[in-house]
């Protein structure tokens, strides 16, 4: 069995700070907010586990009053995330209740490779937010789970917990008897196969995993977790990542991709806003920054079609 712990403060309570503080977004609601810092997590183990040099984006696709909610990880363990609401959100809404009133919600989750080839297109694989007699799932960690079996064929458990303050997961897995397995696709054995749902020492550390509290997972350290869990099983625990590769808040917008998104807009959409409102701006949904295009920016950026002239830093 292999085993993940994370547990996220700075960068959590950074995403929240940064949402909180955006004019056009505002805090997200109670449920929104666990539900987005279990993704979180639930997407830094995954990263931790695939060893994959390329981003990994978790999405949810909602058909109620949560739109979409995505995490985005890239190697090095920066992440940012964000949520689009469009409904009022019960005080006490469950994840169908957010995102899968009339079970069409969906987990999709790509694999977006850094180094990708000519022509090389990202791997995505998608599932339904429901189980195998198709019922609405009310844990997160209940849909990775299944999501993982079916990409993998490896039996896996994970327990999610977020508050205002930390996004935190365990992740248990069980290795593969023989062959390889990861996100991007599987080469496995029978004798793999055969072992999934019975085997029974991965029965026994998911069945003691899974009594987990959520209170506890959210406050204790690393180490009183394991002892309360597993303090009668043989352990090997591995050094936590070094300071320069713990999880952080990144996000990768910039000045020169909005250009690239106005320049698709097409000179005439472009100037259209122009001429209405002065100026084209735009904000980043995951940290909050607004970019903004008078008549003499936009005019540099269709000056030759498809050739972006230097852009200006200036962010407000």
């Given at each position: 069995?292999?085993?993940?712990?994370?547990?996220?403060?700075?960068?959590?309570?950074?995403?929240?700070?940064?949402?909180?503080?955006?004019?056009?977004?505002?805090?997200?609601?109670?449920?929104?907010?666990?539900?987005?810092?279990?993704?979180?997590?639930?997407?830094?183990?995954?990263?931790?586990?695939?060893?994959?040099?390329?981003?990994?984006?978790?999405?949810?696709?909602?058909?109620?009053?949560v739109?979409?909610?995505?995490?985005?990880?890239?190697?090095?363990?920066?992440l940012?995330?964000t949520?689009?609401?469009?409904?009022?959100?019960?005080?006490?809404?469950?994840?169908?209740?957010?995102?899968?009133?009339?079970?069409?919600?969906?987990?999709a989750?790509?694999?977006?490779?850094?180094?990708?080839?000519?022509?090389?297109?990202?791997?995505?694989?998608?599932?339904?937010?429901?189980?195998?007699?198709?019922?609405?799932?009310?844990?997160?960690?209940?849909?990775?789970?299944?999501?993982?079996?079916?990409?993998?064929?490896?039996?896996?458990?994970?327990?999610?917990?977020?508050?205002?303050?930390?996004?935190?997961?365990?992740?248990?897995?069980?290795?593969?008897?023989?062959?390889s397995?990861?996100l991007?696709?599987?080469?496995?054995?029978?004798?793999?196969?055969?072992?999934?749902?019975?085997?029974?020492?991965?029965?026994?550390?998911?069945?003691?995993?899974?009594?987990?509290?959520?209170?506890?997972?959210?406050?204790?350290?690393?180490?009183?977790?394991?002892?309360r869990?597993?303090?009668?099983?043989?352990?090997?625990?591995?050094?936590?990542?070094?300071?320069?590769?713990?999880?952080?808040?990144?996000?990768?917008?910039?000045?020169?991709?909005?250009?690239?998104?106005?320049?698709?807009?097409g000179?005439?959409?472009?100037?259209?806003?122009?001429?209405?409102?002065?100026?084209?701006?735009?904000?980043?949904?995951?940290?909050?920054?607004?970019?903004?295009?008078?008549?003499?920016?936009?005019?540099?950026?269709?000056?030759?079609?498809?050739?972006?002239?230097?852009?200006?830093?200036?962010?407000?």
């Amino acid at each position: 069995m292999r085993g993940v712990l994370v547990r996220l403060s700075d960068a959590w309570t950074e995403i929240l700070q940064r949402r909180a503080a955006s004019s056009a977004g505002g805090s997200y609601p109670l449920p929104v907010q666990n539900m987005l810092g279990e993704m979180v997590a639930a997407a830094t183990l995954m990263q931790s586990s695939i060893k994959f040099n390329g981003s990994l984006i978790l999405q949810v696709l909602g058909d109620g009053p949560v739109k979409l909610a995505v995490v985005e990880v890239q190697p090095d363990f920066g992440l940012r995330a964000t949520a689009t609401v469009t409904g009022e959100v019960a005080p006490g809404a469950t994840l169908s209740q957010m995102v899968n009133v009339n079970k069409h919600g969906k987990c999709a989750i790509t694999l977006d490779p850094q180094d990708r080839l000519p022509g090389q297109q990202p791997y995505q694989g998608v599932v339904s937010l429901l189980g195998d007699a198709h019922e609405k799932l009310e844990k997160f960690s209940d849909v990775l789970a299944h999501y993982m079996l079916q990409s993998e064929q490896l039996d896996t458990t994970l327990v999610l917990a977020a508050d205002d303050k930390m996004a935190t997961g365990l992740l248990i897995q069980r290795l593969p008897m023989a062959g390889s397995g990861n996100l991007a696709g599987s080469q496995l054995s029978q004798a793999n196969e055969d072992e999934i749902g019975v085997n029974e020492h991965y029965q026994r550390i998911a069945l003691l995993a899974s009594t987990l509290k959520r209170d506890e997972l959210l406050e204790l350290d690393a180490d009183t977790i394991l002892r309360r869990l597993f303090w009668e099983e043989k352990l090997s625990r591995f050094a936590p990542l070094a300071e320069d590769g713990v999880p952080h808040f990144s996000c990768t917008c910039s000045r020169e991709r909005v250009s690239r998104m106005i320049l698709g807009l097409g000179a005439q959409d472009a100037h259209s806003i122009i001429d209405e409102r002065g100026e084209i701006e735009v904000g980043c949904e995951f940290c909050g920054l607004q970019y903004r295009f008078d008549a003499i920016d936009v005019d540099r950026i269709f000056r030759v079609p498809g050739d972006l002239p230097p852009a200006s830093e200036t962010v407000q």
